[in-house]
């Protein structure tokens, strides 16, 4: 008798604790929305190039009322994609690099990726991307979410900046030969 009274009140202790935790849970803020909600993506175009590294360049609208962080970028038409900056190099050339922690677009604001500044590195092209024709881009977001966009390819002589991968130290003969892009 007494051994299970102790074990139904055990039982009830237990339930409580459970009744708490999930009434913590649904006190957590409002879910937000996820990031590619907020993000419009306009202006938006790729280099032409039949291989190698090209970038593509966009105007990123933020039309929420919190930062949205681009961590990421894909595109069926380069193996692999990077996010850039422009930077100065160690003999004071503009090179780009990987940029630490992407993009961020602050609430309301607008990033523009340009020929010289940021900008959507595609660094292995896989089929021609051709004037005229269209490439697709998926951009991926810190909370995981992602937006797809459809960017016109073009001829542009500019935005031939060299290289500099992974943001490290370099000089001269460890630069990689100019790249086609960025
Ligand atoms: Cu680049």
């Keep these: 008798m007494k051994f299970s009274r102790r074990t139904s009140t055990l039982t009830a202790a237990v339930s409580a604790t459970a009744l708490i935790l999930s009434g913590c ?9 996820p990031e590619s909600d907020s993000l419009v993506v306009r202006e938006q175009w ?22 949205v962080h681009v961590v990421g970028a894909s595109s069926p038409s380069s193996s692999r994609m990077e996010l850039h900056e422009m930077a100065t190099g160690a003999d004071g050339a503009m090179v780009m690099r990987p940029k630490d922690g992407g993009f961020v677009i602050p609430a309301g604001g607008t990033h523009v990726l340009a020929a010289g500044g940021d900008h959507l590195m595609l660094m292995d092209v896989t089929s021609p991307l051709t004037p005229g024709s269209d490439a697709e881009f998926t951009l991926e977001f810190e909370d995981a979410s992602t937006t797809t966009f459809t960017a016109q390819v073009r001829d542009f002589s500019g935005a031939q900046e060299n290289y500099q991968p992974g943001g490290m130290s370099m000089n001269g003969s460890a630069t990689p030969a100019p790249a086609n892009g960025g």
């Design 46 to 67: 790729v280099k032409a190039a039949d291989s190698g590294m090209t970038a593509a360049f966009a105007e990123l609208q933020n039309t929420g009322d919190s930062d």
């Design 25 to 33: 849970s649904s006190n957590e803020p409002a879910t937000t929305a």
